[in-house]
């Protein structure tokens, strides 16, 4: 996929997702819009990065970098960063997440009917070992950091 293929869906995410804001969250799509073009300019600022730096990371290792630099509180503009992006919903972000997923997972149903009930059984253990691992997890750092 070429850069203007990437940019293009980019833009189109973006639009869903300030829909998405608008409907589900009553978010004026004129407040979000800085939010939305901070968040837009991490994820190109990482897709570029993992394709300039020569070590072989995915995309999301530098996207999620940037966005925790930009947000260290006393990293300059960390602040106006934060708030610009909190005025994106995170259940909104999700909502073309989940339907790009479910039209990828669509394209490959044939293979999925190959591996027929033995894939239910896997998916449940691994959902379910997810859930309590993180819950474990949380449970213990609330309970070093004092939160519980």
Do not use: H
């Amino acid at each position: 996929m070429d850069w203007r293929d990437t940019l293009k869906i980019l833009v189109i995410v973006a639009a869903i997702t300030l829909v998405g804001n608008r409907i589900g969250f009553k978010v004026n799509p004129m407040e979000a819009i800085p939010g939305m073009l901070v968040l837009l300019g991490i994820v190109i600022s990482g897709l570029v990065l993992a394709k300039l730096i020569p070590v072989k990371l995915p995309s999301i290792v530098y996207i999620s970098l940037i966005g925790i630099i930009l947000t260290i509180p006393g990293f300059p503009g960390a602040a106006w960063f934060t708030a610009q992006a909190n005025k994106v919903q995170f259940l909104a972000l999700c909502t073309p997440v989940l339907a790009y997923a479910g039209i990828a997972s669509g394209k490959d149903l044939d293979d999925f009917k190959k591996l027929g009930w033995r894939i239910i059984v896997v998916s449940a253990f691994v959902f379910i070992g997810t859930f309590i691992g993180s819950a474990v997890i949380a449970q213990l750092v609330l309970k070093l950091t004092g939160q519980i």
